[in-house]
């Protein structure tokens, strides 16, 4: 670890006195640092985007192109400008996720829904990319969750969707569903995709951080989604949790409290009641 900072300063303190006062500055540092780190991250994961969209711009300019060329250009740029609106999307998620209060115990949210709404994302997703992937969901407990529904499909739908976009052709992708009252909800996906070595686990909910800038592009991640998903987990008063076999495959998922979950209200049973 980095040493501390400590910064030290005198004051003139009445008659021919000086006052010295020190504080260790070294976390208002870090912090700094982190904050330039992240501006600098956000204009070159802007920039990027941008510059190819420019380079298109000025051939679609200054070449004759025929209309078939023209149409191949325009579906270019416009994946360019997706990127951008994805990335901008994220960030403005991330910023919201970090600045609002944490989801009280007033909104349940059916476990059943939330399932059906993630395999319908995932499904879509599949199709989308027609990589012949077989997809398996396994059913979901009679639960409800307290919290934000739109957070919390966004982190299972983050999940699923990047074990979909990181296993090559013909993969297998399961997603699993359980829990009690008692135990609280667990979500796990299991992917055959290349699997990630030990030592980049832990850094991947930082921002930007991706194994393989390359293959992240290729499939069009952000670089900002398991950050988005260790919040909303977080904010829910749970834990992300993964496990990595390299060249077999990877398991995310998390775990909720059972201050968090409580049965699934039927409808006979509402009618009782
Ligand atoms: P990205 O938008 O790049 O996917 P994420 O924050 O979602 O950003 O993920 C960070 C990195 O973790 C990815 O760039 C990728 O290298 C790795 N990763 C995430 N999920 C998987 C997975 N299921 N299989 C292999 N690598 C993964």
Redesign the pocket.
Known sequence: SRPSRISVQLHPYGEGRKLLLSRDVTALEQAETMRRDFVANVSHEIRTPLTVLTGFVETLQSLPLSAEERSRYLGLMARQAERMQGLVNDLLTLSRLEGSPIPGLGEWVGVGSLAAQCEADARALTESLGKGHTLVFGPAPALEVAGMATELLSAVS??VG??I???PAGGRIEVTWSGSAEAGLAFSVR?T????EAE?LPR??ERF????RS??RE???????????KHVVQRHGGELRMA?TPGA??T?GFQLPPARVRPAVTASRATLA
């Open positions: 983050n999940l990047n074990a976009r990181y296993t992917d995709g290349p699997g990630i980049h991947l909910t951080y991706r194994v393989d293959r992240s499939t069009g991640g952000t670089g900002l989604g398991l950050a988005i998903v990595s495959g990877s995310f």
